[in-house]
């Protein structure tokens, strides 16, 4: 067993470093986030996926059983988010986002890092399918809760399929399951691209957090939305990894990603479907759990590693 500090220093450290001189950054520059989030989406992560899927050893039960998992974390993350609210008698306002904050994860730009500096490679790739999971539930349940069910289905689905993640899901898949090795030039074109994935998430990451505010009137249910996140997913993850029978880096993958902070996603879907009130208290939960994550997750890798 990895000891916490170890675990805190050479894994946790080097996230927030990175997301730390991001904010120094924006606190000086007023950088505009928006651009660099756009190559993230379009260019970026599609390209790490496509070459991570492309390229693993990944065979097909473990992607069932991924799948699997992280759409039933999400699932019953959400009910348990849901009882929660209605227990502690939250209006029925803030009961959808109450649920977003807790169900919608930050898998890409802090778990893909994370798991990659704990597992290597094998925990990158792992890790590449629970994100691609998380963003289809980002794009349908988090539309869906962020605005209390006034969207169509119709446009969360034209959400998912707006982006080229889903179409380098389905070439990488393509190319591993064919065994077919890229050209050369191609093949060092997608890894450069794909490398600049994870630098380019922290630093989003961190010119989002720079943003982030914390609304002290509604402390209290930010903080029961935190501790459900940070707490109570990884033990619903630990459930189901024992009824799938997962064993090793996916095992362990699994249950990390699932104790991820709250998504920047989330504070985005509160804004566009809900109010400024909505967009405020995830935003609080995305700030709280995103701090509280260093100390939550380096615990959490020293008992799976």
């Known amino acids: 067993m990895t000891t916490f500090l170890e675990i805190a220093y050479n894994i946790i450290a080097p996230i927030f470093l990175v997301v730390g001189v991001a904010v120094t950054l924006d606190r000086r520059l007023h950088v505009d986030p928006r651009p660099?989030?756009?190559?993230?989406?379009?260019?970026?992560?599609?390209?790490?996926?496509?070459?991570?899927?492309?390229?693993?050893?990944?065979?097909?039960?473990?992607?069932?059983?991924l799948v699997a998992l992280a759409l039933g974390v999400s699932v019953l993350t959400a009910l348990v988010g849901w009882l929660v609210a209605r227990a502690i008698r939250l209006d029925r306002r803030l009961i959808g986002v109450f649920v977003l904050s807790v169900t919608l994860i930050n898998a890409g730009n802090y778990g893909i890092p994370l798991n990659r500096f704990a597992f290597g490679e094998p925990g990158e790739a792992r890790a590449m399918i629970y994100f691609v999971i998380t963003v289809a539930v980002s794009n349908t349940l988090g539309v869906f809760l962020a605005s209390s069910g006034t969207v169509s289905a119709r446009r969360a689905l034209r959400n998912v399929l707006?982006?080229?993640?889903p179409y380098a899901v389905v070439l990488g898949f393509a190319l591993n399951a064919a065994d077919v090795t890229l050209p050369v030039p191609l093949a060092r074109a997608?890894?450069?691209?794909?490398?600049?994935?994870?630098?380019?998430?922290?630093?989003?990451?961190?010119?989002?957090?720079?943003?982030?505010?914390?609304?002290?009137?509604?402390l209290r249910p930010a903080l029961v939305a935190v501790g459900l996140r940070l707490a109570v997913a990884p033990v619903i993850a630990v459930a189901l990894v024992m009824l799938l029978n997962m064993?090793?880096?996916?095992?362990?993958?699994s249950i990390v990603q699932s104790a991820m902070p709250t998504a920047v996603i989330g504070g985005v879907l509160a804004t566009e479907f809900g109010g400024r009130e909505d967009a405020e208290f995830v935003t609080s939960v995305i700030l709280l759990s995103t701090a509280l994550s260093m100390l939550t997750l380096s615990i959490l890798l020293s008992l799976v590693m």
Not at 41 to 55: H, Q, R
Not at 247 to 253: K, L, W, Y
């Open 162 to 165: 707006s982006v080229p993640l």
């Open 247 to 253: 064993n090793g880096v996916t095992r362990q993958v």
């Open 190 to 218: 997608t890894g450069l691209l794909g490398d600049a994935a994870i630098p380019a998430m922290l630093t989003v990451l961190g010119l989002q957090l720079s943003r982030a505010s914390l609304r002290l009137d509604e």
């Open 36 to 65: 660099l989030s756009q190559l993230v989406v379009y260019l970026f992560t599609p390209f790490m996926v496509l070459d991570g899927i492309a390229n693993s050893d990944l065979t097909g039960s473990e992607t069932g059983q």
